[in-house]
């Protein structure tokens, strides 16, 4: 797997640990919900246990790359390969989603699907 497939990759884990905060840890906080366009104590709360789910979805993501990275590292060509590009295609589905469910979310879909993308675009072009 190149090098810049690797980065991208792992660039797109940290920006899934960091969606993971959050979601799962920081949701409560006004200035964090406020992100996810809820301004109201009651809104917080009812969207607060899909928000926690969301979030830990986000960090199983990242660990699926930082476990193909890990089984690259040691040798494991393909099936570290076959792990990064699932997580990373995943990634993509999961912006793509995103941008499909409003247009107001194009940013945000761009952050969560263009490092995966880069990823995978890489490693299958790049020999």
């Not at 899934?16 to 109201?40: K, M, Q």
């Amino acid at each position: 797997m190149p090098l810049v497939a690797q980065l991208a990759a792992l660039l797109a884990a940290a920006i899934h640990v960091w969606f993971f905060v959050l979601e799962s840890v920081l949701f409560g906080r006004p200035g964090v919900a406020a992100r996810f366009g809820l301004r109201t104590e009651a809104q917080i709360a009812a969207v607060r246990p899909m928000a926690f789910n969301q979030g830990f979805y986000n960090l199983f993501l990242a660990i699926g790359i930082a476990a193909g990275i890990a089984l690259l590292a040691a040798g494991s060509d393909e099936a570290g390969r076959a792990v990064v590009l699932f997580s990373c295609a995943c990634m993509v589905g999961a912006g793509v989603i995103l941008l499909a469910t409003s247009r107001q979310f194009f940013q945000a879909s761009l952050v969560q699907a263009l490092p995966p993308l880069v990823a995978i675009l890489t490693t299958l072009l790049v020999r």
